[in-house]
């Protein structure tokens, strides 16, 4: 009985470390950098509803990502900010795994999905830009 106890106590230890991890790990995820820890609490998904703003300068982006601080829509931000044809507020629509730039892509597929009004955003850079993106929907 007592070795059960003991397995338990290392089996709890274990889980408290595992949720220490993992809450540490959540922390960074806000980090577009470290896009191994947010990746991890995701379910995999197939494809991604996605939007972005495309900026081919960084002074560009920097406004962009100041109003979005500030609380505006990422689709009005879209509308105003982005280079490309962001009829629709950004709105690349749904998109499978290979279908995007592959830095975007990695970049897209550890976001959490969020609304226009609160959304949670990743940057990265490509050839074609500096791109600001949000996911509204995994599948």
């Known amino acids: 009985m007592a070795g059960k106890n003991t397995t338990k106590t290392k089996d709890a230890k274990s889980k408290d470390t595992k949720s220490k991890d993992?809450?540490?790990?959540?922390?960074?995820?806000?980090?577009?950098?470290?896009?191994?820890?947010?990746g991890?609490?995701?379910k995999p998904a197939t494809s991604i509803n996605v939007r972005h703003i495309l900026c081919e300068k960084h002074s560009k982006k920097e406004e962009a990502l100041t109003k979005l601080r500030d609380g505006a829509k990422f689709?009005?931000?879209?509308?105003?900010?982005?280079?490309?044809k962001a009829r629709q507020g950004g709105s690349l629509g749904w998109k499978t795994r290979g279908s995007l730039l592959a830095d975007f892509e990695k970049v897209a597929y550890e976001l959490e999905p969020s609304t226009t009004g609160n959304p949670k955003?990743?940057?990265?850079?490509?050839?074609e830009g500096y791109h600001i993106m949000m996911v509204e929907g995994r599948k």
Do not use: I, P, Y
């Open 22 to 38: 993992a809450k540490s790990k959540g922390a960074k995820s806000n980090d577009t950098g470290d896009a191994k820890d947010s």
């Open 121 to 127: 955003w990743g940057e990265v850079k490509t050839g």
């Open 75 to 84: 689709d009005d931000v879209a509308r105003e900010f982005s280079e490309d």
């Open 40 to 42: 991890s609490k995701l």
